[in-house]
């Protein structure tokens, strides 16, 4: 159908009834609203949008570079660190040179030294100095600290306690080249000694032109006590902060106005080292940007309106395409509807309701049977993910435990039992398992129950030949529950359950014995009542239960013996045939 076809139909049948003519109007408007709005919004506030993008974009900058220099300062430090541990550096700084190996602790420091140096191009140089003999090595020499030309960090060398590290600004030989020294002094016995790693200062313009544009934005690190680190000129090191830097320090503004120009600040302190890394750009660097910005956003505003309004038109056509073929369809039939208004609607509704009135009662009842379906199908559902759903959980609650403490710890331990009790129990759809599949289920239980209670020691006595008998799953646990619970928690001290497992040429034997609080010869006899009755008081219900089900599977050739003495203790004894699981 043609669009001016449909318009002419359109009108001389609904006039503004109709759903086209509506849905026009509905989308059309709804794009003149909002691009009315956006329109306001850009033009009010464009100006304060560019300078918030561009501190954002200083904020950003600035993490990146901090992040990046509390890395180097991480990995000076660990070379710090493993120097100062190092067996040659306390070799070197405890022995007098009559002792001292030259040939050997004084060459393998150099070579460590030197491979320190070249695994991090920052590090200028590496000290390792000894107090107590005048002396000092580096990558190249070993030398008497008086012959020794550069001796710029004594003076923070005797201002620093020993197992303290010590971070300052300096230049080598008071001249050049810039250097950040970490000095560590050691605390090895009595020695006086240091490790001093020099990292180079001109390096660290390095890191700063590896991040992305970054020709805009000036970068500078000022240390704790406000003296400049590093900076546009070089002849600011170690000179006490001035000027725009200083502004920008001791108030962090949106913009800053200074000699005329207008600059954005933005400060961030250094987790390691409480240096403050400061990131400045002049507004104007950005007034490029910012006219290719505005160009850009007209233009796509101008075509984002036109494809809109072409939109409009074409998804009201579509949606009313169907509606006109729907009507040719259905006023075919004999349909009457006098309570609807003149429109298409009209013509919808009233061949729908002949359908709906002639499949109402079979609907009725579809509905009901999908209903109880759905419901059955939840329930089967629900019944079936549950206990996955909590081992899936429990396993990520370990894994996020690992991760969270870099390592296997006793939480995540435990939950790796608390999983596999639940794996076993409630996953395992088998009854029939390997003793071996029994013990390991119940060695996990034990291990949290001393846990749980830390006055309970186990031991256990497996032969081997044993784990591959046939057994029913959770038949164990009963009986070391009562172990605890009822032998060893009343004694009220440390008590230990034994499990041993041994076979003869017809049978296996599974002794449970523990050296808790025992039974009188009265409970006992009731006991031995329950278990070779029918159906038990119920008062031991545990025992009861794990005898009919191995019974049930074993017959005539299970035996159950309990033996128990006051004060003393309890064994429980079961005897199984030999049925072996492939």
């Known amino acids: 159908m043609s669009i001016k076809k449909l318009f002419f139909d359109f009108f001389g049948a609904y006039k503004f009834n109709g759903v086209l003519f509506k849905n026009f109007i509905k989308i059309f408007a709804v794009i003149v609203v909002i691009f009315t709005v956006i329109l306001i919004m850009i033009y009010k506030s464009i100006s304060e949008v560019a300078i918030d993008e561009f501190i954002s974009l200083n904020e950003n900058y600035v993490s990146n570079v901090a992040n990046m220099y509390d890395v180097l300062i991480d990995e000076v430090k660990y070379v710090t660190s493993n120097i100062t541990v190092d067996s040659d550096t306390i070799m070197y700084v405890m022995q007098d040179d009559n002792n001292l190996k030259k040939g050997v602790t004084v060459e393998r420091i150099k070579e460590k030294i030197k491979a320190y140096q070249s695994s991090i191009k920052s590090i200028n140089s590496i000290y390792v100095y000894s107090e107590d003999y005048s002396r000092i090595c580096n990558g190249s020499e070993n030398i008497k600290i008086n012959n020794f030309s550069d001796i710029e960090w004594k003076e923070e060398y005797q201002r620093t306690e020993r197992g303290k590290m010590r971070i300052f600004p300096r230049k080598i030989n008071g001249v050049y080249p810039n250097v950040v020294s970490f000095m560590y002094r050691m605390d090895t016995y009595d020695y006086n000694a240091a490790i001093i790693v020099n990292m180079d200062v001109d390096e660290l313009g390095s890191i700063v032109n590896s991040i992305e544009d970054n020709n805009l934005t000036d970068t500078y690190i000022v240390d704790e006590n406000n003296n400049m680190i590093y900076g546009a000129n070089n002849e600011d090191f170690g000179v006490p902060v001035y000027g725009l830097i200083e502004k920008i320090l001791n108030k962090e503004n949106k913009m800053i106005m200074h000699e005329g120009e207008r600059y954005i600040g933005k400060c961030k302190q250094s987790r390691k080292t409480g240096w403050v890394y400061v990131a400045v750009t002049k507004i104007d660097n950005y007034a490029e940007k910012m006219k290719k910005i505005n160009l850009m956003m007209s233009m796509t505003i101008f075509l984002l309106l036109l494809i809109c309004f072409v939109i409009s038109f074409v998804l009201a056509k579509n949606t009313y395409q169907p509606i006109v073929t729907i009507v040719d369809v259905l006023k075919n039939k004999n349909i009457k509807s006098h309570n609807l208004r003149n429109d298409e609607v009209k013509d919808i509704v009233s061949g729908i309701m002949v359908i709906v009135n002639d499949n109402n009662e079979l609907k009725t009842e579809l509905k009901k049977s999908m209903e109880m379906n759905e419901k059955l199908e939840l329930t089967m559902l629900q019944a079936q993910i549950n206990p996955h759903f909590i081992n899936n959980t429990l396993n990520l609650i370990n894994v996020e435990s690992i991760r969270e403490n870099g390592r296997e710890n006793l939480l995540s331990k435990?939950?790796?039992?608390?999983?596999?009790?639940?794996?076993?129990?409630?996953?395992?759809?088998?009854?029939?398992?390997?003793?071996?599949?029994?013990?390991?289920?119940?060695?996990?239980?034990?291990?949290?129950?001393?846990?749980?209670?830390?006055?309970?020691?186990?031991?256990?006595?497996?032969?081997?030949?044993?784990?591959?008998?046939?057994?029913?799953?959770?038949?164990?646990?009963?009986?070391?529950?009562?172990a605890v619970y009822h032998g060893i928690c009343p004694k009220q001290q440390k008590g230990t359950i034994k499990i041993t497992a041994y076979v003869d040429e017809k049978s296996v034997y599974i002794k449970i014995i523990d050296d808790g609080v025992g039974m009188s010869e009265e409970r006992l006899t009731e006991i031995n009542n329950e278990l070779h009755s029918e159906g038990g008081s119920g008062k031991s219900i545990g025992i009861v239960n794990v005898s009919k089900r191995l019974r049930f599977v074993f017959g005539s050739d299970f035996e159950i013996t309990i033996d128990s003495r006051f004060g003393v203790g309890t064994s429980v004894i079961l005897k199984i045939p030999i049925i072996t699981l492939q």
């Open 414 to 482: 435990l939950i790796s039992k608390l999983t596999k009790i639940l794996k076993y129990s409630y996953i395992n759809d088998n009854s029939i398992v390997t003793l071996r599949e029994e013990l390991d289920f119940a060695e996990n239980y034990m291990d949290l129950m001393i846990k749980r209670y830390g006055n309970i020691e186990t031991i256990w006595d497996i032969d081997e030949a044993c784990y591959n008998i046939k057994f029913v799953k959770l038949c164990l646990q009963p009986i070391l529950e009562n």
